[in-house]
Structure formats: structure tokens, C-alpha cells
């Protein structure tokens, strides 16, 4: 059961797909960042000083014994900006890689030197 494991395990695929989800997660901080640290606040500031990630709406008020209950409707307008800034970067890059596979599919193959021949002997026969 290990040796079948490792064989999985040390897979291409599985490897690539493990690289993919770290780097993802770390695009994910830094988008997360990039939203509520660089984007936001001057936002915030153009409407007057509003800062998002504090808006909510008090369901239920705190008591002696238990937290208030609200709706974080402001840290989910940056949780919506974040997925759109990375749905964005994913869409320009698989956007990318479809052109360079588009590219690679209409390169013209290099016609064989035998071909090239035939070619130009049908062609020296149909001049006579």
C-alpha cells in the first residue's frame, strides 16, 4: 500500500496540481491584501472616509452573555472584490495560454523534402 501511494504520490500531475494549490493560496493572501490594504481605503476615503470591512448590520445586540449577532455585509464586499480580481487574473492567463496554444496548433508543418520533389517534378511534367 505505501509503494502504491509513492507511485501516486511522486506522480507529475499530482505534483503540479500540489504547486498550483500553494501558489493559488498565496495569490489568494495577496489579493486578499491588495484589496483590503491598497484598494479599499482610498475608495473609503473618496466616499467620505467609510471604512467597509466595519459595515454590518446588528441581528441580535450583545448581552452579559453572548457576542451580538450581525451581518458582515462590508467584509463581504471585499471578499467580492477578491474573487473578482482573481477571477480576472485567471481569465487574462488562461486567455494567454489559449493564444500560445492557438499559435503552436497553426504553425504550418514543414512539408518533407520527398514531397517537395514529387511537387516539383508534377510540375516540370505538366510545363511539357
Known amino acids: 500500500m505505501f509503494k502504491e501511494f ?15 494549490i500553494i501558489i493559488g493560496a498565496s495569490f489568494g493572501k495577496i489579493v486578499s491584501s491588495l484589496v483590503s490594504d ?6 473609503g476615503v473618496l ?9 454590518a448590520i446588528t441581528l441580535k445586540k450583545a ?10 455585509y462590508g467584509l463581504f ?3 467580492l472584490l477578491d474573487f473578482i480580481i482573481i477571477a480576472f487574473a485567471i481569465f487574462i492567463a488562461v486567455k494567454q495560454i489559449n493564444k500560445l496554444k492557438k499559435k503552436e496548433e ?21 510545363k511539357k
Not at 491598497?38 to 475608495?43: A, L
Not at 467620505?48 to 459595515?55: K, L, R, Y
Request: aromatic share 4%; hydrophobic share 45%.
Open 47 to 55: 466616499l467620505g472616509g467609510i471604512d467597509f470591512s466595519s459595515f
Open 106 to 126: 497553426t504553425k504550418p508543418e514543414k512539408t518533407a523534402e520527398e514531397i517537395l520533389l514529387l511537387r516539383e517534378i508534377r510540375d516540370q511534367l505538366s
Open 63 to 72: 448581552s452579559a452573555t453572548t457576542e451580538a449577532i450581525t451581518l458582515n
Open 77 to 79: 464586499i471585499n471578499t
Open 6 to 20: 509513492k507511485e501516486f504520490a511522486v506522480r507529475g500531475n499530482v505534483i503540479d496540481m500540489a504547486v498550483g
Open 38 to 43: 491598497i484598494i479599499m481605503p482610498p475608495i
